[in-house]
C-alpha cells in the first residue's frame, strides 16, 4: 500500500515537471534573427521617391556647374605650361653664371605670382574634387537602391507604369553618373598636372634661393675672367651681333603672348592716360593762378608744369608690373620710357648746378639696360658695366665737386647731402671699377645696383611725392574741401602735415626698396622679427619688444585719431550746430577721453594682456589709488561732474575764494581762471564742485548796470528821472527788454540820491558801457543846469580858548 501511494506520488512530480517545462517553453519569446534591412522602396512610396531623385539629380547638376574652373584651367594649362618653360629655361640660363642677391631676386620675382595662381588652382581644384566625390557617392548609393527596387517590383508584378518611372530614374542616375564621373577624372588629371608644376617652381625657388646664400659670401673673390683676358677672346662682329639678337629675342613667343592681352586691354590703359592727361593739364592752368594769389605754393606746383609725363608715370603706377615684367624688351623699353618722364619731372626740382647729373646718370640707366641683353657676350657685357661704373662716377665726381666748391649751393640740403655721402659714393664707384677689370664682379655688380639703380628709385619716390604734393595743393583748393571749414582754417597746416608725412612715406619706401635690391631685405625682416620676439620674463611677468611697440603704436594711433577727431569736431560739425555755450567743449572732452580709453585697452589687448587681468589690475589699482592719490582722484571725478553737470564752463566768468575771471581751461585735475589782470590762477576740481561759487554767465549773458547819481538840492526830481531814462535808452548796448529803471532813493546829507538799473547782454562790454552811459549822463546833467554838489559837513565849536579864537580871526 505504502509502495503505490510512493509510485503516484513521483508519478504526479513527474507530470508537474513536464507541465511546467511545456508551459515554460510556450510563454518563452521566439528566437531573434539579424536581418539586413532591404534597400529596396515600398512600392506605395516609389513615385514620391522618384520625385526626390529628380530634385537630387537637379542639385547634383548644380553641384558640377560650380565645378567649371577645371574647365578653365584646361584652356590655359598649356599656355601656362610653356610661359613656365620658357622662364625655367631663361633661369637656367641665368644660374649658371655667378649673379648678385638683387639679381637672383629679380630672377625670382615673376616666379611669385606664378606660384600663387597654380597654389590658388590647386586649393580650387581640391575643393572641386571634394564636391564631386561626394556628389559620386550619393549617385552610387541612389543607383543601387533603385536597382533594388526595380527588381523588387518585377517580383511583385507591378503595373507597368510603375517600372517606366523606375527605369527613367535609373537612365537620369546614369547619365549623370557618366558626367560626374568624367568631370572627376578631369580634375584629378589637372590636380596631378599643378602638383607637378608647383613642385617643380619649389625646385627652381630653391635653386635661387641657394645661389643667394652663395652671393651673400665672398664679395670679393674673383669670379670671372680678368677684362683684358675676356676682350681677347671677342668674336666676330657678325656673330656677337647674332647672340645679342638671340638674347633680346629670347622670350619672344612671352613678347607675342604680352602683346596680345595688352591689344586686348590697351583701350583701358589709353583712356586712362588720356583721362589723366586732361585732368593734370587743367591742373596746370589753376596752378598757375594759384601760385599768383599764394607764391608759398610755386615750389610745390611745379609737377604740374609736365602734365603728359606725369600723366604717364601715374598710368604706370596704377597699373600692375605683371603685365610686362616677363618680356625682357618690353619691360626695358618701358623702363627707358619712365626714366624720360621722370627726367623731365625731376629737371625743375633740382638747383641749376646739379641740372646735368639725372641725364648723365639716366645715360648710364640705359647702358644697364643695353648690358641685359648681352649676358652670352661676356666681354661686350664687363665693357658696358666698366662704362656704367665710369658715368655714374663721373657724375658723383661733379656734383660733389660743386657741393663743396660753389659758395652759393653750400647753404641748401642737397649740397649737404652731397657733402656726407659724395666721397664714398665715389670711392666705391672707383673700387667698382678696379674689381670689374679685374674680375671681382659680385662687388662691382652690387657698387652698379647701389649707384645707379637706387638713384633712379629715388628720383621715381621723389616724383610720386611731389605729384602728391602738387595733388594735394589742388584738392585743398577745389570743391567740396575748400567749402570745409576745417580745410578754411587748418589749410596751411593741413598743406604742411600731410606733405611731412608723404616724405616720410617716400622714405620709408625708398629704404624698403633699396634694401631688396641689395639683398639686405630678409635679412632685415628676419632681424626685425627676432629683436621683436625678444621677451624679458620674470616670474610671470613676461614682455617682449613687439609688444611694448604694438602697445606704443596704438596709443599713438589713438591720440592721433582723438585729435583728428577733435578737430573735425570744432572746425565742422560744431558750427553747424545750435549748441549751448560750453557744450562743445564738453562733447569734445568726452570724445577725447572715451576714444582715449578705448585706444589703451586695445593697445593692452595688442600687448598680449588678457582683459581679465586688465580689470583686476584696475580694481587693485582703483584701491591702492583711492588710499594713496585721494586729491588726485577727488580732483579728477570733480572734473568728471564739471563735465556732465556744467555748472561751471569754458567761458565762464567766475568769483571764488577772492579770485575773479574767466574759465580758460577745464582739465582732468584742475582749471585755469584767468583773472582780470591776465594772470592765470590753477583751480582744483574738487573747489569749483564743493566751494561756492559765483557764475555771472550760468545761464545768460545779461549783466546790470547799477549808477548812483546825487544832485544839488534845489533840482528837480522829475527832471532828473527823465534825464538818466532818457541816457539809459539812448545807449547803444543797453537793453530795452528789461527796460531801465530809474530810482529816487531819498535824501542825502548834501545831495538828492538817484539810481539807475539798466541791463545789458554784452556781458564782456559791461564796464565800457557804463563808462560811456555815465560820461552821457553827466553831460545831459550839466547842459540842464544841475549840478553834483561837493559833499558839506558843518562844524560846530562849543568853547575855543582864546589864543586859539585870536589866530582863528587873524587867520
Known amino acids: 500500500m505504502g509502495g503505490r501511494r510512493c509510485l503516484m506520488l513521483a508519478a504526479l512530480g513527474a507530470a508537474l ?117 561626394s556628389a559620386v557617392g550619393r549617385l552610387d548609393q541612389a543607383r543601387t537602391v533603385w536597382e533594388a527596387t526595380r527588381a523588387e517590383a518585377e517580383a511583385l508584378d507591378v503595373p507597368a507604369e510603375i517600372l517606366r518611372r523606375i527605369d527613367t530614374v535609373l537612365s537620369q542616375v546614369a547619365a549623370t553618373r557618366t558626367r560626374v564621373g568624367e568631370r572627376r577624372d578631369l580634375i584629378l588629371v589637372m590636380q ?93 592752368r589753376q596752378a598757375r593762378s594759384w601760385r599768383a594769389e599764394d607764391p608759398t605754393v610755386a615750389a610745390a606746383t611745379l609737377p604740374l608744369e609736365t602734365p603728359y609725363s606725369v600723366a604717364f608715370l601715374l598710368t604706370l603706377w596704377l ?21 624720360v618722364s621722370i627726367l623731365r619731372v625731376i629737371r625743375p626740382l633740382l638747383p641749376e648746378t646739379l641740372r646735368f647729373s639725372p641725364w648723365v646718370l639716366a645715360s648710364a640707366f640705359v647702358l644697364d639696360r643695353a648690358r641685359s641683353f648681352c649676358f652670352e657676350v661676356p666681354a661686350l657685357e664687363r665693357w658696358l658695366l666698366v662704362a656704367e661704373l665710369a658715368v655714374a662716377a663721373v657724375a658723383i665726381a661733379i656734383g660733389t665737386r660743386r657741393a663743396f666748391r660753389d659758395p652759393t649751393a653750400r647753404p641748401a640740403r642737397w649740397a649737404a647731402i652731397l657733402r656726407v655721402l659724395g666721397p664714398p659714393a665715389l670711392a666705391i664707384a672707383l673700387v667698382a671699377l678696379a674689381t670689374t677689370v679685374s674680375g671681382h664682379l659680385r662687388f662691382a655688380q652690387l657698387a652698379q645696383i647701389g649707384l645707379i639703380q637706387c638713384f633712379n628709385l629715388a628720383a621715381l619716390i621723389l616724383v610720386l611725392v611731389r605729384v602728391a604734393d602738387a595733388l594735394l595743393v589742388g584738392l585743398l583748393r577745389m570743391r567740396p574741401l575748400r567749402l570745409l571749414h576745417v580745410v578754411q582754417r587748418n589749410r596751411a597746416s593741413l598743406q604742411a602735415g600731410l606733405a611731412r608725412a608723404f616724405a616720410w612715406g617716400g622714405f620709408f619706401a625708398w629704404t624698403v626698396a633699396v634694401t631688396g635690391r641689395l639683398g639686405l631685405l630678409r635679412p632685415a625682416r628676419e632681424a626685425l622679427e627676432a629683436a621683436f620676439a625678444a621677451s624679458y620674463t620674470r616670474g610671470a611677468i ?28 570744432r572746425d565742422e560739425v560744431f558750427p553747424r550746430m545750435a549748441l549751448q555755450r560750453g557744450l562743445p567743449d564738453t562733447l569734445s572732452r568726452l570724445v577725447h577721453y572715451a576714444v582715449v580709453t578705448v585706444g589703451f585697452l586695445v593697445a593692452l589687448a595688442s600687448a598680449g594682456v588678457s582683459l581679465d587681468r586688465i580689470f583686476v589690475l584696475a580694481g587693485a589699482l582703483g584701491i591702492g589709488i583711492g588710499f594713496g592719490l585721494q586729491q588726485v582722484v577727488n580732483n579728477f571725478v570733480s572734473g568728471l561732474i564739471l563735465l556732465f553737470e556744467r555748472p561751471v564752463r569754458l567761458g565762464d566768468t567766475i568769483e571764488l575764494a577772492g579770485v575773479a575771471g574767466s574759465v580758460h581751461r577745464i582739465g582732468m585735475r584742475s582749471s585755469t581762471v584767468r583773472t582780470w589782470g591776465g594772470a592765470e590762477v590753477i583751480v582744483p576740481n574738487a573747489d569749483l564742485v564743493t566751494q561756492q561759487v559765483t557764475n555771472w554767465t550760468l545761464s545768460d549773458m545779461l549783466r546790470r548796470i547799477e549808477i548812483p547819481v546825487g544832485v544839488a538840492y534845489g533840482s528837480s526830481p522829475q527832471q532828473v528821472l527823465g534825464i538818466l531814462r532818457e541816457k539809459a535808452l539812448a545807449q547803444q548796448g543797453v537793453l530795452a527788454d528789461p527796460a531801465p529803471m530809474t530810482l529816487f532813493l531819498g535824501f542825502g546829507e548834501s545831495s538828492l540820491d538817484f539810481e539807475l538799473r539798466a541791463w545789458t547782454d554784452r556781458f564782456d562790454d559791461w564796464a565800457a558801457i557804463r563808462s560811456q552811459l555815465v560820461l552821457s549822463i553827466h553831460d545831459a546833467l550839466a547842459a540842464a543846469g544841475i549840478t553834483i554838489p561837493f559833499p558839506q559837513r558843518d562844524l560846530h565849536l562849543r568853547s575855543v580858548e582864546p589864543e586859539v579864537a585870536a589866530r582863528l580871526r587873524r587867520g
Open 17 to 133: 515537471v513536464v507541465t511546467g517545462a511545456v508551459r515554460a517553453q510556450e510563454l518563452a519569446p521566439p528566437p531573434t534573427t539579424t536581418t539586413l534591412p532591404s534597400p529596396a522602396i515600398a512600392v506605395p512610396e516609389i513615385v514620391e521617391r522618384a520625385e526626390g531623385a529628380t530634385a537630387e539629380l537637379r542639385a547634383v547638376e548644380r553641384e558640377l556647374a560650380r565645378t567649371v574652373a577645371v574647365l578653365e584651367l584646361e584652356a590655359t594649362y598649356p599656355a601656362e605650361r610653356r610661359r613656365g618653360d620658357a622662364l625655367r629655361r631663361e633661369a637656367a640660363a641665368m644660374l649658371e653664371r655667378e649673379l648678385p642677391a638683387p639679381v637672383l631676386d629679380d630672377l625670382a620675382a615673376p616666379w611669385v605670382p606664378i606660384r600663387s595662381g597654380f597654389a590658388q588652382w590647386a586649393r580650387t581644384l581640391t575643393q572641386d574634387a571634394t564636391a564631386i566625390e
Open 192 to 284: 596631378e598636372r599643378v602638383g607637378s608644376e608647383l613642385e617643380r617652381i619649389d625646385q627652381l625657388m630653391a635653386h635661387i634661393d641657394a645661389a643667394r646664400r652663395r652671393s651673400v659670401g665672398g664679395l670679393f673673390e674673383r669670379t670671372g675672367e680678368p677684362l683684358l683676358a675676356l676682350t681677347g677672346e671677342i668674336e666676330p662682329w657678325p656673330q656677337v651681333w647674332s647672340r645679342i639678337r638671340a638674347a633680346a629675342l629670347f622670350d619672344l613667343p612671352k613678347q607675342r603672348d604680352l602683346a596680345r592681352d595688352l591689344g586686348a586691354g590697351r583701350g583701358r590703359w589709353l583712356a586712362l592716360f588720356l583721362l589723366l592727361a586732361v585732368l593734370l593739364a587743367r591742373l596746370r
Open 319 to 339: 597699373a600692375s608690373d605683371q603685365w610686362w615684367a616677363e618680356a625682357r624688351l618690353v619691360r626695358s623699353a618701358v623702363a627707358v620710357l619712365a626714366t
Open 542 to 569: 613676461a614682455v617682449s619688444l613687439g609688444d611694448v611697440v604694438a602697445f606704443a603704436i596704438t596709443v599713438a594711433l589713438a591720440i592721433a585719431i582723438s585729435r583728428l577727431l577733435r578737430t573735425l569736431l
